[in-house]
């Protein structure tokens, strides 16, 4: 994982102008919203310009992502993706997925 997270930290800073952060303090600020739950993030992205742009879809997601329209404002107006599963009492469900990463047309990514 942390193999990952370097050569991910280091595209995107090639990348980007804006800052770039997977230093555990940034991580846990943005862990958390208005709700409950807590999702630590891989890392933070602070852009600078409007031109610090990423676009980032899913590949291959099993199963499917939710296209019932409860969500369909949030999948919609904010990218949001729902997947509804069903977790039996004591059992588990895999959510997988991959992410394609693409950068702006022009940036440069340094490896």
């Not at 193999?3 to 990348?15: C, H, I, N, P, Y």
């Not at 997601?61 to 599963?85: G, I, Y």
């Not at 992410?99 to 990514?109: C, L, M, S």
């Amino acid at each position: 994982m942390q193999e990952l997270e370097s050569a991910l930290k280091k595209a995107l800073q090639g990348a980007l102008q804006g800052e770039v952060r997977f230093d555990n303090g940034a991580r846990a600020a943005y862990a958390s919203d208005a709700s409950n739950y807590r999702q630590v993030p891989i890392g933070v992205v602070l852009p600078r310009t409007t031109d610090d742009r990423i676009k980032v879809e899913l590949e291959n997601p099993k199963p499917a992502v939710s296209d019932d329209e409860r969500w369909k404002k949030d999948r919609e107006e904010q990218n949001v993706l729902t997947w509804a599963v069903l977790v039996p009492r004591a059992g588990e469900t895999i959510v997988s997925y991959s992410t394609k990463i693409n950068f702006p047309e022009g940036a440069v990514v340094v490896r």
